[in-house]
């Protein structure tokens, strides 16, 4: 007799598993760099983001956009934003997103987050209803797109085109 699975479920132990995988590599590639916590100077925090990043992106130098976000991962993203945007919500999230400086990047895979570019905040009500994501990891809006960012080597991990409406 076979057990019955939540599809939704397995979909986001799926998305769990991979950004598992992706942390435990980071944390791996770090190993030999100096922490940024022993500094506070600028220029030590950003050669150390660099390398991380490089060391990232020499590792995988074949990761393309579905990695993290399969094509079954990021349309469970996609009900689970609509979910996020019905009624009142859909109307805040566009109100926070348009009082946040609204950002359009052609970002891939391995791109680093341009300096000059500021971090747009992720709505509240969208972050709600995504899984939670590990500290080395964070969720950014661009454009109509959901970026998946590594935090300390400020490098896009993955991400959605077409996610928000």
Not at 75 to 86: D, V
């Amino acid at each position: 007799m076979q057990d019955k699975v939540n599809p939704q479920a397995a979909v986001l132990q799926d998305f769990e598993k991979r950004i598992g995988d992706y942390v435990s590599q980071e944390k791996n590639l770090s190993k030999g760099i100096s922490p940024t916590k022993q500094t506070t100077e600028p220029q030590t925090i950003i050669d150390r983001q660099h390398e991380l990043a490089q060391r990232i992106r020499d590792a995988r130098r074949d990761a393309k956009q579905g990695d993290i976000f399969s094509p079954e991962i990021a349309k469970e993203f996609h009900r689970l934003i609509g979910i996020a945007l019905q009624g009142q919500n859909k109307a805040d999230v566009k109100k926070s997103l348009a009082r946040a400086e609204p950002v359009q990047l052609p970002l891939h895979v391995n791109d680093s987050w341009p300096s000059n570019i500021p971090l747009q905040s992720t709505p509240p009500s969208i972050l709600l209803n995504l899984p939670r994501l590990p500290q080395e990891l964070e969720y950014r809006i661009t454009g109509h797109a959901l970026v998946l960012r590594d935090t300390a080597a400020n490098i896009v991990v993955d991400l959605i085109p077409d996610a928000i409406p």
